[in-house]
Every structure is written in structure tokens, then in C-alpha cells.
């Protein structure tokens, strides 16, 4: 079976990653609406879902599980462990890469953690490419205007640190950073 054959997608593996994200996030909702947050896991699988049939990534099963667990460390106290032992470690080592670290400042979590994901698979890239791409759909209604500037500015980090990995996505995100709140047009 060639990695663009869509049924890899859905393997054994992948639903299971589903599933537990599914009982993971069963009371987390969509920061600022009712929605479940499944709804966002989901965005973020179908982002690099739609990347992978225009341009293959490599290992997508490996894209689809981190895509699907990449908040359950850092929103849902999931250990990494869990995850290695369900999962096996190529999938736990991308959500944890995936997962800021709460005992660092703001301001340095995110470097951490873009240093974190280029030691992985490319395939992992892609999920912080695809989730980003997810949030930047409109700016909170109660985020500042300082906040959304910030939040801008680390996705054009992102984008620069991590586009290599798949040009689809990185111009998917540089169109949603153009037309993101507070963007002028030579920002991104």
C-alpha cells in the first residue's frame, strides 16, 4: 500500500487515537463557544489530511495520530507515557514535542517548543503547520490587540521555522496570517 493511499488514514491505529482523544477532551469545549473540542482535533486532522492528498507526507498515519493527541499532554494532563504505551514512542515524541511547556515563561515556550519539533519528523511539522492554520480562523472576541499581534508574530515564526516541511501548507498558513486580525498586507 503506497503512504498516498487514503485508507492509510484510517487504520486500526488512527481510530484508536481517536477514541482516546475522544474520552481525553469529553468535557473540554472550543475556548469561547459550546462546541466540543473534538471539533478542533478534527480540523487540524483534516488540514493535514487535505495537505497529504495534494503533496504526500511522509508517514501520514504518524500525522494523523499527533494531529488527533497533540493537545491531550498539554490541555488534558495525559502522560506521555500513556501515550508511548498506546501509541508507541514516534507518537508520543511528536505530542510531546507538540506541547508547550508549562514552567516556562510565555514568551519562551514556544521557541522551546519549535526546537522541540525539528528535532522530529517532518510528518510532525506538519501538525504545527496544520494546527496553526485551525486557529487562525479569527482572533477570541476578548483577546487584546496586543495579544492577537503577539499570537501573528508566532505564527510568522512558525512559518518560518517549519514551512520546509510541506509547501502546501506553509502557503495555506501564509494566506491565513495575511488575512488574520491586525494583518497588513506586507506583514506575513
Given at each position: 500500500m503506497s503512504t498516498n493511499d487514503i485508507s492509510v488514514s484510517f487504520s486500526d491505529r488512527v481510530t484508536e487515537a481517536w477514541d482516546f482523544a475522544a474520552h481525553?477532551?469529553?468535557?473540554?469545549?472550543?475556548p469561547g463557544t459550546q462546541l466540543p473540542y473534538?471539533?478542533?482535533?478534527?480540523?487540524v486532522a483534516l488540514e493535514v489530511?487535505?495537505?497529504?492528498?495534494?503533496?504526500?507526507?511522509?508517514?501520514?498515519?504518524?500525522?494523523?495520530c499527533c494531529a488527533i493527541l497533540h493537545d491531550a499532554v498539554e490541555d488534558q494532563s495525559v502522560q506521555p507515557e500513556d501515550l508511548e504505551r498506546r501509541f508507541g514512542i514516534a507518537v508520543a515524541s511528536g505530542v510531546t514535542a507538540l506541547s508547550k511547556d508549562?514552567?516556562?515563561?510565555?514568551g519562551e515556550a514556544m521557541?522551546?517548543?519549535?526546537?522541540?519539533?525539528?528535532?522530529?519528523?517532518?510528518?510532525?511539522?506538519?501538525?504545527?503547520?496544520?494546527?496553526?492554520?485551525?486557529?487562525?480562523?479569527?482572533?477570541?472576541?476578548?483577546?487584546s490587540v496586543e495579544r492577537v499581534e503577539t499570537y501573528r508574530s508566532e505564527?510568522?515564526?512558525?512559518?518560518?521555522?517549519?514551512?520546509?516541511?510541506?509547501?502546501?501548507?506553509?502557503?495555506?498558513?501564509a494566506l491565513k496570517i495575511a488575512t488574520y486580525p491586525g494583518s497588513t498586507p506586507d506583514a506575513a
Open positions: 481525553a477532551h469529553n468535557k473540554q469545549k472550543v473534538l471539533r478542533h482535533l478534527g480540523l489530511m487535505s495537505a497529504h492528498l495534494s503533496e504526500p507526507i511522509d508517514d501520514i498515519e504518524l500525522a494523523l508549562p514552567s516556562l515563561p510565555k521557541t522551546d517548543s519549535l526546537a522541540r519539533i525539528r528535532r522530529q519528523p517532518h510528518a510532525v511539522w506538519c501538525v504545527k503547520l496544520a494546527d496553526r492554520i485551525s486557529n487562525l480562523r479569527g482572533a477570541p472576541a476578548h483577546w505564527s510568522i515564526e512558525i512559518l518560518r521555522v517549519l514551512g520546509v516541511a510541506h509547501r502546501g501548507l506553509a502557503t495555506r498558513l
